[in-house]
C-alpha cells in the first residue's frame, strides 16, 4: 500500500515536500515514480527513481526544480520542490513497480491515492 502526504497549498515561489510511504514492502527494491493531474488533463509524468536509489528522471518542466530521493529509514521516497508555480497544481500520484526499465517504468501497478498541491497567490 502507497499513501502520500505532505499536500498543501502555497505560493507562488515557495517550497513543498510530499513523501509516498509504503507498508508491508521494501520501497527500496521498487523503482516509484511521481504523476501530476491537474483539474481536467491527462496525468504527467514527473521524477522518477530507479531501485536501490539508482537513476533518476526529471522532465523538462521541473528540472532543476523538483529533487526526488529515498529516506530508507522511513520507507518513503520524497519530492522536494522549490520555486513552485501556479502550474504545478494539482494532485500528485506516486506509483511503484519492479520492472526491467533502467529508470522509470512504462507501467505501474501499485498506486497512491494522491496528495493536493495547490499554488496561488
Known amino acids: 500500500q502507497l499513501v502520500e502526504s505532505g499536500g498543501d497549498v502555497v505560493r507562488p515561489g515557495g517550497s513543498l515536500r510530499i513523501s509516498c510511504q509504503a507498508s508491508?514492502?521494501?520501497?527500496?527494491?521498487?523503482?516509484v515514480g511521481w504523476f501530476r493531474q491537474a483539474p481536467g488533463q491527462e496525468r504527467e509524468r514527473m521524477p522518477c527513481?530507479?531501485?536501490?536509489?539508482?537513476?533518476?528522471y526529471y522532465p523538462a518542466s521541473v528540472s532543476g526544480r523538483f529533487t526526488i530521493g529515498r529516506d530508507s529509514a522511513k520507507n518513503t521516497v520524497f519530492l522536494q520542490m522549490n520555486d513552485l508555480q501556479p502550474a504545478d497544481t494539482g494532485v500528485y500520484y506516486c506509483?511503484?513497480?519492479?520492472?526491467?526499465?533502467?529508470?522509470?517504468?512504462?507501467?505501474?501497478?501499485?498506486w497512491g491515492q494522491g496528495t493536493q498541491v495547490t499554488v496561488s497567490s
Open positions: 506509483a511503484a513497480d519492479q520492472c526491467s526499465q533502467p529508470v522509470c517504468c512504462t507501467n505501474y501497478n501499485n
Open positions: 527513481i530507479s531501485s536501490g536509489d539508482g537513476n533518476r
Open positions: 508491508g514492502v521494501d520501497l527500496g527494491a521498487f523503482t
